[in-house]
């Protein structure tokens, strides 16, 4: 149970480990000691307070059935779904749209498509 004014996060263990190098890196190049929390306040200061706008879309996330895309302009994570070899987007209801065509060229996408994939337990 996290400490009154805490809250409990669950990572996946190798995005966990990935912060943890780079809190590591920022701990070793300074006198003040960074933590977790800290690091994705930072972050989340960045993307509110950026002059520079974010990209329109951007890979969130691949998983066994789906592709998350975050669109910047709609503000949504949008699911892309593996659909019979091809993508289907539940945002615009399209095999043919910004977020398909974006999905089709990633190349871990493409992997899957060419040569299909293992479906894993892991979440």
């Not at 996946?12 to 000691?33: A, C, G, P, Q, T």
């Not at 399209?94 to 996408?109: D, M, N, R």
């Amino acid at each position: 149970m996290p400490k009154e004014g805490f809250k409990s996060v669950t990572l996946k263990e190798d995005v966990y480990n990935k912060y943890v190098k780079v809190i590591n890196e920022l701990n070793r190049s300074s006198d003040s000691k960074t933590s977790l929390s800290e690091l994705f306040e930072w972050l989340l200061h960045i993307y509110v307070t950026s002059p520079i706008p974010l990209p329109r879309l951007s890979k969130w996330g691949l998983y066994d059935d789906k592709v998350l895309i975050m669109d910047s302009i709609e503000e949504k994570i949008v699911d892309v779904k593996f659909k019979e070899g091809s993508l289907y987007c539940t945002l615009c209801e399209s095999e043919k749209c910004i977020h398909t065509g974006f999905a089709y060229a990633l190349p871990e996408v493409d992997q899957r498509i060419k040569f299909g994939f293992k479906k894993s337990s892991k979440r």
